[in-house]
Antibody
Framework: EVQLLESGGGLVQPGALRLSCAAS????????MNWVRQAPGKGLEWVSG????????YYADSVKGRFTISRDNSKNTLYLQMNSLRAEDTAVYYC??????????????WGQGTLVTVSS | QSVLTQPPSVSAAPGQKVTISCSGS????????VSWYQQLPGTAPKVLIY???KRPSGIPDRFSGSKSGTSATLGITGLQTGDEADYYC???????????FGGGTKLTVL
């Protein structure tokens, strides 16, 4: 059974935070992994994706230069380092497994999400 | 402003049919597969349709998808109150080199 467990969310002043997503139930290194966020009362916004090998990364324009996605295939864990956080980054952040190997294609499993609140 | 355009809301009576449109461009829908996601209140999204018109195992055939040119459509027949949710289309945009979602459509089953 595929399981994705996000952690690391919380209340943060404008600054930095690192999210983690522990994956199990599938061969982690074989799939693209993504972060998708949802601001309170708003729609889904794709944030970032990373290829199975970790060699290719993709970012939404809204986070480019501030967020960094990475993965540790030996630990079956996905990360999102978020720097220069702004109030508009406040959202539930979901980890989503992809069905593809190199480029985001289909989000077939989702975690339950972790809430990040940016407030001074 | 989302790259993919969906109606903010649709509604229909139980047992009826509804369609939700998703309009894009040649850089996204026109040249890539579309997937659809259902988000029930207070839960994480789940995939309903992938590769324009395929259903994952466990998704009833009341849900269908189609694509024509730069638009895609989700159809739901035999509406049930349990179908009340937000629905999102999504695809890869080759020009932006980003995944894009539609703004979402709230389905109300009256």
């Amino acid at each position: 059974e595929v399981q994705l467990l996000e952690s690391g969310g919380g209340l943060v002043q404008p600054g930095a935070l690192r999210l983690s997503c522990a994956a199990s139930g599938f061969t982690f290194r074989n799939y693209v992994m993504n972060w998708v966020r949802q601001a309170p009362g708003k729609g889904l916004e794709w944030v970032s994706g990373i290829s199975g090998s970790g060699d290719s990364t993709y970012y939404a324009d809204s986070v480019k230069g501030r967020f960094t996605i990475s993965r540790d295939n030996s630990k079956n864990t996905l990360y999102l380092q978020m720097n220069s956080l702004r109030a508009e980054d406040t959202a539930v952040y979901y980890c989503a497994k992809d069905r593809a190997v190199t480029t985001p294609y289909l989000f077939d499993y989702w975690g339950q999400g972790t809430l990040v609140t940016v407030s001074s | 402003q989302s790259v993919l355009t969906q109606p903010p809301s649709v509604s229909a009576a139980p047992g009826q049919k509804v369609t939700i449109s998703c309009s894009g461009s040649s850089s996204n829908i026109g040249n890539n597969y579309v997937s659809w996601y259902q988000q029930l209140p207070g839960t994480a999204p789940k995939v309903l349709i992938y590769e324009n018109n395929k259903r994952p195992s466990g998704i009833p055939d009341r849900f269908s998808g189609s694509k024509s040119g730069t638009s895609a459509t989700l159809g739901i027949t035999g509406l049930q109150t349990g179908d009340e949710a937000d629905y999102y289309c999504g695809t890869w945009d080759g020009s932006l080199r980003e995944w894009v979602f539609g703004g979402g459509t709230k389905l109300t089953v009256l």
